[in-house]
């Protein structure tokens, strides 16, 4: 009922607002991680940043795979993930900078990144290069390879990965990045 009672607040609605804005952005690259997804048998995200945060907005997986990894909907590490190294690896620099300053940097496994040091000179080599790992950060045995997804104001909007058993990755690391990176 109307009572007024209850309503909804400037940050709740600025959330909605961002992530109807994405919506397209998912459903268009549905196509791509289906079709990374069929190619390397491995499983596909994408994701994008909400407020400060990393969020998982698309998943693709193999017919014969189950998922390892947190799902549509869920907030993932920027430090430890590679979705989330490549969405702050563009990101201007005094947002990064924020973010940076305020993790934990909890660790998830023994190669997880620990400090804001470390992170800076991981998300250096990532800007340059193009591509972001997860090797065994977020979760032993899993890695991970993202790439950017630009705008047409050349700006990172999102991000896409492909991720698998560490073995069948490694097997194929240069042709997955080649693939992920475009």
């Not at 209850?6 to 690259?29: C, E, T, W």
């Not at 048998?41 to 994008?48: C, D």
């Not at 047409?152 to 080649?178: F, P, Q, W, Y």
Request: glycine share 6%; with cysteine.
């Amino acid at each position: 009922p109307m009572t007024q009672k209850y309503r909804l607040g400037p940050v709740l609605f600025q959330m909605g607002m961002h992530y109807a804005k994405n919506m397209d952005l998912a459903i268009l690259s549905r196509v791509w991680l289906e079709k990374l997804s069929d190619e390397y048998n491995e499983s596909t995200r994408a994701g994008i940043m909400m407020m400060e945060k990393a969020i998982v907005v698309m998943e693709i997986n193999p017919d014969n795979s189950y998922s390892a990894f947190p799902g549509p909907g869920s907030v993932i590490p920027v430090h430890t993930s590679a979705i989330g190294k490549i969405l702050l690896a563009h990101m201007p620099e005094k947002k990064k900078n924020h973010i940076i300053e305020n993790s934990s940097f909890i660790s998830l496994t023994e190669k997880s990144i620990r400090s804001a040091v470390a992170l800076r000179e991981e998300l250096h080599k990532v800007k340059e290069s193009g591509i972001a790992f997860d090797d065994e950060e977020s979760l032993a045995g899993l890695t991970c390879v993202a790439g950017p997804v630009f705008n047409h104001n050349n700006e990172c909007v999102a991000s896409i990965s492909l991720s698998g058993s560490t073995e069948r990755m490694d097997k194929r690391r240069n042709e997955i990045v080649n693939a992920v990176k475009y």
